[in-house]
């Protein structure tokens, strides 16, 4: 089988609340993202898609996913997308870095070996590991009173885990996490994420003001090094996640006890491929993991499941479903959220059928 064709396609995708905000005043109001369709002359297509949250998030940006697409597509016109490790290994060699770029197309590649063979991508993945997922919903970042009322709401439509978005000024995150936990149940699972927001003096503060509540810390700081200070300030369980882009920066974690959870984002780590060696790096380690991607709609939804359902039951800590905070559906067959959980497709590849009128035309045609 050969690859014929790489198109691109780009979709907007707007959110339900009108906007998602996180730490230091950042926020979008409408996702760029970023559609790969890639052809073969055995007549499988595969589609596969990125979506950075924002420019200001991590060294990745929608309209530099399309360049990097242009620049490495004709590379790859004529190999075969079912040898997905000399594929990806091609695409290394002729980009150097920026693993958010390789994310769509080795998703596509995926797609495309699970309907050549005529199995669900998890299965190809490590094979299917339980029924569901469960899932967890992200609180924007507002006042207490309103992010607590928030996670009350979304709690009635079946979610029991919550990222609740913190990362602003101390004495407020502190109200907020109170807030957010006493509405909760002892079982509910809630996290303080700071998205790299709090310098590791204010993450003292906090971490010492809410160490009385059943309560995870998510990479309070910027760097590694500050997260492992303020790891070694508490006995809360502490999760790791953009500090974390490399298997070797696993290792380093795990041999200085830096975390007890991890998030893996699919595109950060440059897609499926990559997302796979870091889950069983981490299923070999004992590291419970958050299995999801920056953002993204209904492609990117189905990949996580995929993903998230071939990770060990017993490690997986949540994953998300991207696609329900959207207004946009850009394809048929993603996971639905069904009381707080999801689940992979039983189809061949992705199980995904995109919408094309609601993709429009290729912006991008390498053939």
């Known amino acids: 089988m050969k690859i014929t064709r790489i198109e691109a396609f780009q979709v907007d995708l707007p959110l339900k609340e009108g906007r998602y905000s996180w730490s230091d005043g950042r926020s979008v109001d409408v996702f760029d993202s970023t559609v790969v369709r890639i052809s073969t002359d055995s007549g499988i297509e595969g589609y596969g898609e ?118 602003g000024d101390a004495d407020i995150d502190i109200e907020r996490i109170h807030a957010a936990r006493a509405i909760l149940e002892p079982s509910d699972t809630l996290v303080a994420d700071a998205n790299c927001g709090w310098r590791p003096h204010e993450a003292a503060r906090v971490v010492r003001a809410v160490r009385n509540l059943n309560v995870y810390i998510e990479q309070p700081c910027p760097t590694y090094e500050e997260c492992l200070s303020v790891r070694q300030r508490t006995d809360l369980p502490f999760i790791l996640d953009e500090c974390v882009d490399s298997a070797a920066m696993l290792v380093r974690a795990a041999s200085e006890r830096a975390c007890d959870v991890v998030n893996l984002k699919i595109s950060k780590l440059g897609g499926l491929t990559p997302a796979r060696l870091a889950r069983d790096l981490c299923a070999e380690l004992g590291i419970a993991m958050t299995i999801e991607d920056t ?73």
Request: hydrophobic share 40%; aromatic share 6%; proline share 7%.
């Open 50 to 167: 990125v979506c950075p949250l924002g420019p200001t998030y991590l060294p990745a940006f929608a309209a530099g996913a399309r360049a990097g697409i242009a620049q490495l597509a004709p590379h790859l016109i004529g190999c075969d997308p079912t040898k997905i490790g000399p594929l990806y290994r091609k695409m290394e060699a002729e980009l150097k870095g920026h693993p958010y770029i390789k994310s769509a197309i080795d998703m596509a590649c995926w797609d495309i070996l699970g309907k050549h063979a005529g199995l669900p991508v998890c299965e190809l993945l490590g094979g299917r590991d339980g029924d569901t997922v469960n899932l967890y919903r992200a609180i924007t970042q507002l006042p207490p009173a309103q992010m607590a009322a928030n996670v009350a709401g979304y709690r009635k439509e079946g979610y029991r885990r919550f990222q609740l978005k913190v990362g």
């Open 295 to 367: 953002w993204g709609g209904d492609i990117v939804t189905a990949a996580i499941a995929h993903l998230s359902q071939s990770t060990p039951a017993d490690l997986r800590f949540s994953s998300t479903d991207f696609n329900s905070y959207g207004t946009v559906t850009i394809a048929d067959g993603a996971p639905k959220r069904i009381n707080g959980q999801m689940s992979a497709s039983t189809a061949p590849g992705l199980g995904v059928t995109p919408r094309l009128d609601v993709l429009g035309k290729a912006i991008i045609s390498i053939s």
